[in-house]
């Protein structure tokens, strides 16, 4: 707490906790698990879990405000992707989070149809 009664935000940093002891020793998921672009969320009515570690409670932070990219999560907690990757598929194996693919990419569009539709866009406002 500070001096205005607040508590002070959770930092996470893996500057002096090594991942293994993060991790508890287990080994990373593969990318292909959770990709860097998987979008994951807190899932609805859930529970911090109970002896929850600082890392997930830092997650539980950042992921009840709706949907972040894995990287995303790993950038904001400072975090190794791999680490951030466990911790997240770990929450998810609880039910704790809702995860879905990144949007596909977008296609390639027709430059025919890009030129008509600024052609009539330009006509209607001139």
């Known amino acids: 707490m500070n001096a205005h009664g607040e508590e002070a935000p959770v930092t996470v940093t893996s500057d002096f906790v090594r991942s293994y002891v993060i ?4 080994r990373l998921p593969t990318a292909d ?6 979008l994951v969320t807190l899932a609805p009515d859930r529970e911090l879990p109970l002896g929850a570690s600082p890392e997930v409670r830092a997650i539980w932070d950042l992921c009840g405000g709706g949907y ?3 990287a995303e999560v790993a950038a904001h907690l400072s975090l190794p992707v791999g680490v951030a990757r466990l911790l997240l ?3 998810f194996e609880q039910g ?3 995860r879905r693919a990144a949007p ?5 569009v027709d430059r ?3 030129e008509k539709v600024l052609h009539g866009l330009e006509s209607l406002y001139g």
Request: hydrophobic fraction near 35%; charge should be neutral; glycine fraction near 12%.
């Open 89 to 91: 598929t770990d929450l």
């Open 104 to 108: 596909p990419r977008a296609q390639s």
């Open 23 to 26: 991790t508890g020793g287990r």
């Open 112 to 114: 025919g149809i890009i």
């Open 33 to 38: 698990d959770l990709s860097l672009h998987t």
């Open 96 to 98: 704790h989070l809702l």
């Open 68 to 70: 972040l990219s894995v």
